[in-house]
């Protein structure tokens, strides 16, 4: 079973620090990590391996250091990395984001799996794992919870869907795309061997046009949203703690003004 | 591609710099440098150097082919399962009106399913002008490929200007695949939606980096413009049984119809009967409640007030409670009118999935504890003695 997982390295905190002085967003200093959503997405991965047989490849977009997160990946049981890189695919939207890693997919060749983490903890659209799917016209199932089964013969995969109330078992053939929730294993640690393949691993690199892109559907140019502005929201940062003598008379203070707004009754 | 900083026009004022989310721009010498690696040319520091136009940027956007002028009209994607239609619908209908009146185009709502039309009327009295249906057994159950299918094929044919969809799991699962068959650009997660006085655009602002940073984007090219729009943020619809309205009634083949994907069963999987994200009032329990058991208290005051259960995930993890129970980043986003943090410290990632509630009342012995940051009451004691005492002073009026 040929299974590729999609993955992005993003900044190891969403912590946005702004400097109070200059009033600017503080970045430096923050590691890269991979996206912690497509963890799970590599650990499905080599458990698919491990029963079915096959070869897990991760692949990534992003700048030369992304090769770091295909390291971690090597070093954590993936048999080989991608790095889809290149100057023409800066400013990328989910649309062309999307359309890039398919065309990297295709060039790859067969597969029967594709995984993606649910979203990224960065840009947290979630719409790059649906995206892939439709431009490699595959099927495609959301936040799954489970794999329940796969019929290598039949080429089938059962799998559960979280839904808001509850969950949903769906059934599809292969080859097909999947993007996990976190509630599907629980990832494992770098292995010592996997950590020795890592240190020696290179990434091949596709650039756009190893992928053979369309210009016209890659980075800003192929971007249909344009971000405008991007601001800190206020927080009012304000403290409104109950006072109180007692537990009774503060809790009595804040049913009350409860009750005024017909919050309780 | 190219961005650069005219040292002459550039007056060293700063402004530039916090607008980049990239962290590209930096002061040197008293003049704004840009890192060109850095840099993904979103075009924030052109706006905020709008009055020294020390910045210039060449970019080479994809122009459409498309007549813009031909797309009208605001959409709703009316998402039903079981033919129930989602709250965030009437959200939608009450936001999207705004948006047609502002641009004076017609509201329209999609309704997709089996044996659904019926619910057409009631989406009419909501606010829409118009409602296309496609009522098809083949739509029985919510499968991205027929949804995502029927969906394209009325947006080809109607030329909506704008389509807003519930940010659900429904939503965010087929709408991505819809934008990219009419190869247009989707803002996720939206909190706030407004229409430019001036070029009309649709100004979608939407939360990223786990709630800490705020991005106005729009799709200035394309049509339609599409979003996926968070539950609770807008008002409902008020229903008005006087109101009339068209209904477009669209027979597809049952071939477009088809799905790859079908569904087996459905497993309800909520231990009280609301569901977290529709839910008006939330209580939720971490850590602080110590073991399992005492989860029972968060429950007893759950059930008295009406409210569902939540949990952070360092409960979640200790196994007090399922997965489905968690608030935050990695868990859903809630935005109930009354959500109640028990024994919860305010991690960045719990508040990233709750700061929106509209009454937040935190429960925890640590006064500097950082959910007291963002708490409308904060009371500062034993939740063991705070929520007996809360729930005693609910029953005795
Ligand atoms: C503040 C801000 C807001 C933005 N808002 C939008 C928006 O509303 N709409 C829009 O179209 N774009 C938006 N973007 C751009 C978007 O973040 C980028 O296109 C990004 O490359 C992919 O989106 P994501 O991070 O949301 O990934 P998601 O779609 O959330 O990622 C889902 C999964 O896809 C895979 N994946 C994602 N990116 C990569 C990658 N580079 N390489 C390999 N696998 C990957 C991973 O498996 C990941 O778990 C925004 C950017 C910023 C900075
Ligand atoms: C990538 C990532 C994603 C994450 N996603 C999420 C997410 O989606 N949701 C989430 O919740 N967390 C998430 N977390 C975890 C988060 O960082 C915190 O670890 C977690 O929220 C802490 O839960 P807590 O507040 O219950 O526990 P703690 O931080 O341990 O807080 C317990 C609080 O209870 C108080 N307390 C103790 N005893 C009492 C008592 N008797 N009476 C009153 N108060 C008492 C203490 O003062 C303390 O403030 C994520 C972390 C990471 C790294
Ligand atoms: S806003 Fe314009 S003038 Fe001000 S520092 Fe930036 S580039 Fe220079
Ligand atoms: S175009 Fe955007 S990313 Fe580039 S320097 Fe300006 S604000 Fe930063």
């Known amino acids: 079973m040929n299974i590729v997982v999609s993955i992005k390295q993003v900044p190891g905190t969403t912590k946005v620090a702004i400097n109070p002085a200059t ?3 503080i970045r430096a200093g923050v590691e890269a990590i991979i996206n912690p959503f497509d963890m799970y997405a590599i650990e499905e991965a080599i458990r698919l391996r491990e029963k079915f047989g096959g070869k897990v490849t991760c692949i990534t977009m992003g700048p030369p250091q992304a090769e770091e997160a295909l390291k971690s990946a090597i070093a954590m049981g993936a048999d080989d990395g991608i790095l889809i890189s290149d100057r023409a695919f800066a400013g990328s939207d989910t649309l062309a984001t999307s359309y890039t890693l398919a065309m990297g997919i295709k060039k790859l ?55 808001d109330d509850g969950y949903e078992v769906l059934e599809g053939p292969l080859p097909i795309l999947l993007s996990v929730v976190k509630e599907i294993n629980e990832p494992r640690t770098e292995s010592l061997r996997g950590k020795m393949k890592a240190k020696n ?22 971007s249909p949203t344009i971000v405008n502005r991007v601001f800190v929201p206020v927080r009012s940062g304000k403290k409104e703690l109950v006072e109180g003598a007692t537990v009774e008379e503060k809790v009595g203070k804040v049913v009350a003004s409860l009750r005024e707004s017909k919050l309780v009754n | 591609m190219a ?65 813009l002028s031909l797309y009208k009209g605001v959409w709703v994607y009316a998402e039903q399962r079981n033919g129930e239609i989602a709250s965030v619908v009437y959200e939608l209908l009450n936001e999207g009106r705004k ?92 909190t706030q939606l407004g229409i430019d006085d001036y070029t009309k655009l649709l100004l979608q602002t939407r939360p990223a980096f786990g709630g800490n940073l705020m991005a106005t984007i729009t799709c200035t090219n394309f049509r339609p413009q599409m979003s996926t729009v968070r539950h609770k943020v807008f008002k409902k619809a008020a229903k008005d049984v006087s109101r009339k309205g068209k209904i477009f009634t669209k027979v597809f083949a049952d071939d477009l119809l088809k799905s790859r994907t079908k569904l087996i069963e459905f ?36 059930e008295l007030i009406n409210g569902a259960v939540g949990a952070s995930r360092a409960a979640v993890d200790a196994g007090w409670i399922p997965y489905s129970h968690q608030v935050g ?12 943090a028990c024994g919860i410290s305010g991690s960045i990632q719990h508040m990233a999935g709750m700061q929106s509630s509209e009454t937040i009342i935190a429960i925890n012995k640590d ?31």
């Open chain 1, 23 to 25: 009033n600017t967003l």
């Open chain 1, 109 to 163: 060749g067969q597969f029967d799996v594709i995984l993606t983490g649910k979203q990224a903890m960065d840009g947290d659209t979630a719409q790059v794992g649906p995206g892939i799917a439709q431009w490699l016209n595959i099927p495609f199932i959301a936040w799954v919870k489970k794999i329940e089964d796969v019929k290598k013969d039949a080429k089938t995969i059962r799998v559960e869907r979280m839904m």
């Open chain 1, 201 to 222: 691993f290179k990434a091949t690199v596709f650039s756009a046009k190893d992928i053979e892109a369309d210009p016209d559907f890659i980075g800003l140019r192929g």
């Open chain 2, 3 to 67: 961005i650069r900083v005219i040292t002459e026009k550039c007056v060293g004022c700063k402004l530039c710099i916090p607008t980049c989310a990239q962290g590209a721009i930096t002061y040197v010498d008293k003049k704004a440098v840009i890192d060109v690696i850095k840099c993904n040319y979103c075009g924030a520091c052109i706006d905020a150097c709008k009055k020294f136009k020390a910045i210039l940027i060449e970019i080479d956007r994809k122009v459409s082919d498309q007549d």
């Open chain 2, 99 to 190: 948006l047609a009146e502002q641009l004076g185009e017609e509201l329209s709502a999609v309704l997709l399913g089996d044996g659904v039309t019926c619910q057409a009327e009631d989406l009419i009295q909501h606010g829409a002008d118009n409602v296309y249906v496609v009522d098809n057994p083949k739509l029985k159950d919510f499968q991205d490929d027929s949804y995502a299918m029927a969906m394209a094929e009325l947006c080809e044919e109607y030329k909506p200007n704008i389509v807003l969809t519930g940010a659900t799991a429904i939503g965010r699962s087929f709408i991505p695949k819809v934008a990219v068959m009419l190869e247009t650009g989707l803002t996720a997660d939206c």
């Open chain 2, 267 to 302: 497993v309800k999987e909520m231990e009280s009967t609301v569901n977290l994200s529709e839910a008006d009032i939330i209580v939720s329990g971490g850590r602080g409640l110590g073991e399992a058991k005492n989860f029972a208290l968060v429950r007893e005051l759950a």
């Open chain 2, 329 to 340: 980043q990695t868990g859903k986003t809630v935005c109930p009118k009354l959500y109640i």
């Open chain 2, 367 to 397: 006064p500097n504890a950082p959910i007291f940051e963002i708490a409308t009451y904060g009371i500062v004691g034993d939740l063991f003695e705070v929520i007996p005492a809360m729930i005693s002073a609910i029953k005795n009026r």
